[in-house]
């Protein structure tokens, strides 16, 4: 499988957690390739273990693509691309009406329970699965189809 990874602003603790999950995908087999996105970057640890690519990149991905935030998601959706979007709630603050105009994907997955909680208050829509701290990722990102 082909993972993206499409982030508003690359911080350092965040991606050093998202790149041990990818690294674990590479190094398992269930992640063939693997790229992050992104819009803004900040100060990144110099070891990635994939390609990092600004956001206008995007035309380019194959694959699934998780993205974390409703204004990537409606870019995301407005490429014409071969990839299937994945939104994953809890980790960037949202407007309502953002987050249910950005919702053309049936898939979304939280990064918390209480994040998953939230979700389903606000859209009625049921999450796919839960990644603490993006553990299991992968995993969870791989059984949708």
Same mark, same amino acid.
Request: charge should be positive.
């Given at each position: 499988?082909?993972?993206?990874? @499409?982030?508003? !602003?690359?911080?350092?603790?965040?991606?050093?957690? =998202?790149? +041990?999950?990818?690294?674990?995908?590479?190094?398992? *087999?269930?992640?063939?390739?693997?790229?992050? &996105?992104?819009?803004?970057? $900040?100060? =990144?640890?110099? %070891?990635?273990?994939?390609?990092?690519?600004?956001?206008?990149? #995007?035309?380019?991905?194959?694959?699934? !693509?998780?993205?974390?935030?409703?204004?990537?998601?409606? /870019? +995301?959706?407005?490429?014409?691309?071969? &990839?299937?979007?994945? @939104?994953? %709630?809890?980790?960037?603050?949202?407007?309502? #009406?953002?987050?249910?105009?950005? #919702?053309?994907?049936? %898939?979304? =997955?939280?990064?918390?329970?209480? +994040?998953?909680?939230?979700? /389903?208050?606000?859209?009625?829509?049921?999450? #796919?699965?839960?990644?603490?701290? &993006?553990? $299991? !990722?992968?995993?969870?990102? *791989? *059984?949708?189809?």
């Amino acid at each position: 499988m082909n993972l993206g990874i @499409y982030l508003p !602003l690359l911080q350092k603790d965040i991606l050093s957690v =998202i790149l +041990a999950e990818i690294k674990g995908g590479l190094d398992s *087999g269930k992640l063939r390739d693997a790229s992050i &996105f992104y819009d803004d970057v $900040g100060p =990144i640890e110099p %070891h990635n273990v994939c390609g990092m690519f600004n956001s206008v990149e #995007l035309w380019k991905f194959t694959g699934k !693509l998780v993205t974390f935030s409703p204004d990537s998601m409606m /870019k +995301a959706n407005a490429v014409s691309n071969k &990839f299937k979007t994945i @939104y994953c %709630h809890g980790l960037v603050q949202y407007d309502v #009406l953002s987050l249910l105009a950005s #919702l053309k994907t049936q %898939h979304c =997955i939280a990064i918390t329970e209480d +994040a998953e909680k939230d979700f /389903k208050r606000v859209t009625g829509k049921q999450i #796919l699965g839960v990644c603490p701290s &993006f553990q $299991g !990722l992968v995993k969870t990102v *791989g *059984g949708i189809r």
